[in-house]
């Protein structure tokens, strides 16, 4: 059974930081991209950063440039998002979602999601 399991989320101050966890079971984690999505309340789901399988490059988006950073460890099929520098804006529930090799911006690209960890960044 294909799983992946989010941690890491909690309450944390503007300018704090957090590492976001995802478990991945279930298939061997080398042969998929990895997508980090965020969602806020009354806001769609919006990509955060990927990290390719075939080379592991990595993509971002313009929010999170700089402050966020993506990477794998496929041997223990795990995934991670450190968080630096965070913001009040940067408030969401964040997903991890796997897709065959190659990265994509669009959610629905992707096959198999967790169901979520809260980040909430608030003074």
């Known amino acids: 059974q294909v799983q992946l399991v989010e941690s890491g989320g909690g309450l944390v101050q503007p300018g704090g930081s957090l590492r976001l966890s995802c478990a991945a079971s279930?298939?061997?984690?080398?042969?998929?991209?990895i997508g980090w999505f965020r969602q806020a309340p009354g806001k769609e789901r919006e990509g955060v950063s990927c990290?390719?399988?075939?080379?592991?490059?990595?993509l971002y988006a313009d929010s999170v440039k700089g402050r966020f950073t993506i990477s794998r460890d496929n041997a223990k099929n795990m995934l991670y998002l450190q968080m630096n520098s965070l913001k009040p804006e940067d408030t969401a529930v964040y997903y991890c979602?796997?897709?065959?090799?190659?990265?994509?911006?669009?959610?629905?690209?992707?096959?198999?999601w967790g169901q979520g960890t809260q980040v909430t960044v608030s003074s």
């Open positions: 279930g298939f061997t984690l080398d042969r998929y991209a």
């Open positions: 990290i390719s399988s075939r080379d592991g490059s990595t």
């Open positions: 979602a796997a897709r065959l090799i190659t990265c994509s911006r669009w959610p629905g690209a992707y096959g198999y």
